[in-house]
């Protein structure tokens, strides 16, 4: 019996314990929340535990489910690896650089199984992409969102288009070359829009624009690569291909052009998006991980990774308002 213990029970630690419920052979020891009345409700509702001391809980579980704030990620990450447990964490990894790359050195010395929770890897609309050869040479991003005060104690970038950071960066097997950005405070103290151009090294070129202040809510990512159009919504979960008709291509739409090079097939397909729950996704295979000894999906360092890119745009957005 796999046995978890989840730190941190606001919003997003309920749909954790509902999802934990449903994962065979494990069992919820209990949870850790300093929040009196959060804690007295999520004790009723699932009918476990409270700790009211969170070491304790760490000492009894095999790993742990970290869901608090960003700004408790470090503290709560480090007492479960210092102890050899296995660790699951929202993203993003950490509140700064410095306390990223920590948990990465104490993660690797530990030799415990780490996961951070960019949850749209485990999308089904990008897993529907999984044996599709993607070579962006163009990505297209836009994640919009309405106004919602929680999770505002960080930016746009760490709150929303990290998630697209780590996905781009995931598919994009090159380096970052260099990195444009603006934002601009509107509702909060940490910019809540921003537009933001990642050039690599092998010449693909990612723009993308987050905001938390809009009227509708949109999660699309579209990348354009040699004789290949890929469009993925994640929100709506469907994700379309167009592309030149090859020999054997079946279930598709196709039609004619004429090209100056001559007549070409157009082809449009509709890969087949599979009926998974994301976060139940994630954290059955982070289980899967512990128990078989295996890599785990989203790594410590695919976070660390997405932080520093996403840490280098908040540097270039602070640069032009200097400079202004």
Known sequence: ???????????????????????????????????????????????LPRFLDGD???????????VAPTNHHYEWCEKAIKKGKHVFVEKPLANTMAEARELVKLAAESGVKFQVGHVERFNPA??????????????????????????????????????????????????????SASGV??????????????????????????????MKKMRKMRLFQKDAYIGIDFLNKKTEIIKLKEPGDSNVFAFDIETNSGKKTIAIANPLVPEVNAIKEELSEFKNAVINNSKTVVSELDGLMAMDVAHQILEKINSNRLAK
């Open 1 to 47: 019996m796999f046995k978890i213990g989840v730190i941190g029970t606001g919003h997003l630690g309920k749909f954790h314990l509902n999802n934990w419920k449903e994962i065979p052979d494990t069992e919820i020891v209990g949870f850790y929340d300093p929040n009196d009345d959060t804690a007295k409700e999520v004790s009723e509702k699932y009918q």
């Open 126 to 179: 990008f897993l529907s992409l999984k044996n599709i050869p993607l070579n962006p040479m163009f990505i297209e991003v836009h994640r919009l969102a309405q106004f919602n005060p929680r999770g505002t104690e960080v930016s746009v970038i760490l709150d929303l288009m990290i998630h697209d950071i780590d996905i781009i960066l995931s598919i994009v097997k090159s380096d970052v070359k260099n990195i």
């Open 56 to 66: 304790a809980l760490i000492e009894a579980c095999d790993a742990v489910d970290i």
């Open 185 to 214: 405070d509107v509702m909060t103290e940490t910019p809540d829009i921003a537009n933001v151009r990642i050039e690599f090294h092998n010449g693909c070129v990612a723009n993308l624009t987050s905001s938390r202040i809009s």
